[in-house]
């Protein structure tokens, strides 16, 4: 006899299951969490686990998890994943139960609520077994007559495509099947939707397969995490001719990029990406005390307005700036999340020493840090300008997990440089957001962008265009919107980025040896 049957034959497991129900009965809840439903989650956990391969043991303890998953609403509705995984360890010790895999049954119960990030097979297994037991059987008599809910006792059944080696050519389909009543336009306003499409999303994650949500065969697209990234394509303030008041400079600059980063909140950024070394315009005098003037320290006025501006709007904020460094400076942005927090400060690696950057002292790392954000850790890490000419920075950003790279610029962008932004969101599955300054800045002719990195999807017969926004030459502040949720959907099957790399064969690319024809006297080493 396996665990579970153990404890299936415990009448104190259904006695709480049947004072749960009653308890509910009375509160008048719009679902059902008694043993009907328990029976459900147990057998669509069990299908889950099977279909993602599992051994017959963690199978047998994932019934046990969804067994005593929903015993925590005898306390209360309110934090009852947690009453029951409290529940779960008592009951576990005192009947003196081992379990091979205790910590991780003991985890699916505790996050069964709102674990999406969780990376357990058990727990998704649960997870979704759960968020879809919501038809007809489901509801009480007071949700069939609430609003959104309501729509879904027209669910006749939910299919899952037969996964066979193939598994439905990399993709996991669940299709609500209807009786042809369903309002989708009423049902889309029940708040709920949304975990039952992030329980669809995070299980075919796991499975690396896509996930795709159906009402009677058609794709049902609702659920989207939307990132604002707000791109400042603004020009530098200008001193009066003749003028070399640094101070009075500096200043003029800082109000203009607060104001900048202002109108991007009112436009609903929750990321503000500023052009390359703004704090000065990007100008570097010729005279070394201007130089060095012009420089700021990380916790100067100037960079810890920023942060002070980025927790008052409650959004990220890359700012750009010539930051002073021994022995010379650097040219860098920091990160700063919606709190006010510095995430990093990112030096330019690869500085254009063909060219007055040559005075600069270059950066030696490449830091991705997960920054807080209104929909939860987002992945980020930086390039700036020159560095993206090379395919070296977005794979180790890459590599060290990032998901979108901030790449503020001060350059021509034309179609070449362009096109080298859209290989580097090729290759690497990544989101590259680069922000430069408009016509008449020299050398400068705007065009900033955001490539998202997605090119296929299985339902789409054709390759997407993964340009999500280009400004003109002229001053402006552009947003664009990233699909979170579609990025790591994608990043999850598709072929690019690191599953098949052969790093073995790549030492040469970390030989520092230099020939002709590309000895340049101007390189450093």
């Excluded at 659920?223 to 070399?244: C, H, M, W, Y």
């Excluded at 009112?266 to 420089?295: H, N, T, W």
């Excluded at 954000?373 to 997990?401: H, Q």
Aim: hydrophobic share 40%; aromatic share 8%; net charge negative.
């Amino acid at each position: 006899m396996s665990i579970y049957e153990k404890i299936l034959q415990d009448p104190k497991i259904l006695e709480i299951y049947e004072k749960i129900e009653k308890k509910q009965e009375k509160e008048k809840e719009t679902c059902h969490h008694g043993w009907s439903h328990v029976s459900r989650v147990i057998e669509r956990t069990e299908h889950y686990m099977r279909l993602a391969g599992a051994d017959e043991v963690l199978v047998d303890e994932a019934k046990v998890a969804a067994l005593l998953h929903d015993t925590g609403l005898l306390i209360a509705e309110k934090n009852h994943a947690e009453h029951s995984y409290e529940f779960a360890k008592d009951y576990l010790k005192k009947k003196k139960i081992e379990l091979r895999d205790r910590k991780e049954v003991l985890n699916a119960i505790r996050v069964h609520s709102n674990g999406f990030d969780s990376d357990s097979l058990m727990a998704l297994s649960l997870i979704l077994a759960d968020k879809l037991d919501h038809g007809p059987m489901r509801l009480t008599d007071v949700g069939r007559e609430t609003p959104g809910i309501r729509q879904m006792q027209h669910v006749v059944r939910m299919e899952f495509p037969v996964m066979d080696g193939e598994f439905n050519h990399g993709c996991f389909v669940v299709d609500l099947i209807t009786d042809g009543q369903m309002d989708q336009e009423e049902l889309e306003t029940w708040k709920f939707v949304r975990k039952i499409f992030k329980a669809v999303h995070a299980y075919g994650r796991k499975l690396h397969r896509y996930p795709i949500l159906q009402i009677d065969g058609k794709k049902w697209d609702l659920f989207k995490d939307v990132l604002k990234i707000a791109l400042l394509q603004i020009l530098p303030e200008r001193l009066p001719a003749g003028s070399t008041d640094d101070a009075l400079f500096l200043e003029a600059q800082r109000k203009k990029g607060i104001d900048a980063c202002r109108k991007a909140k009112e436009m609903g950024a929750d990321i503000a990406l500023f052009p390359e070394m703004f704090s000065c315009g990007y100008q570097m005098p010729k005279e070394e005390d201007r130089f060095v003037s012009l420089s700021l320290s990380r916790d100067s006025e100037f960079v810890e307005s920023f942060a002070e501006l980025a927790a008052e709007l409650d959004m990220a904020i890359a700012v750009t700036f010539l930051e002073a460094w021994d022995p010379a400076p650097r040219n860098s942005v920091a990160l700063f999340d919606r709190h006010g927090n510095l995430q990093y400060v990112y030096a330019k690696v690869h500085t254009c020493d063909f060219s007055d950057e040559k005075r600069l002292t270059q950066g030696e790392e490449f830091p991705v840090v997960s920054l807080d954000t209104r929909l939860g850790p987002v992945k980020v890490g930086s390039m700036i300008c020159y560095d993206r000419e090379f395919p070296e920075p977005a794979r180790i950003l890459m590599l060290e997990g990032a998901e979108l790279l901030l790449v503020p610029n001060a350059c021509p962008m034309e179609i070449n440089r362009l096109s080298q932004l859209r290989a580097r969101a090729y290759e690497n599955m990544l989101a590259i957001a680069t922000c430069n300054y408009p016509s008449p800045h020299p050398d400068c002719n705007g065009h900033s962008t955001v490539f998202d990195g997605v090119m296929f999807v299985p339902d789409v017969p054709d390759a997407l265009e993964p340009l999500l926004v280009e400004a003109g030459s002229e001053e402006e502040i552009l947003m664009a919107e990233l699909n979170l949720t579609r990025l790591r959907d994608y990043r999850i099957y598709e072929v690019h980025g690191n599953a098949y790399r052969r790093p073995k064969l790549y030492r040469r690319l970390v030989s520092e040896e230099v020939s002709e024809p590309f000895i340049r006297t101007t390189a450093r080493r």
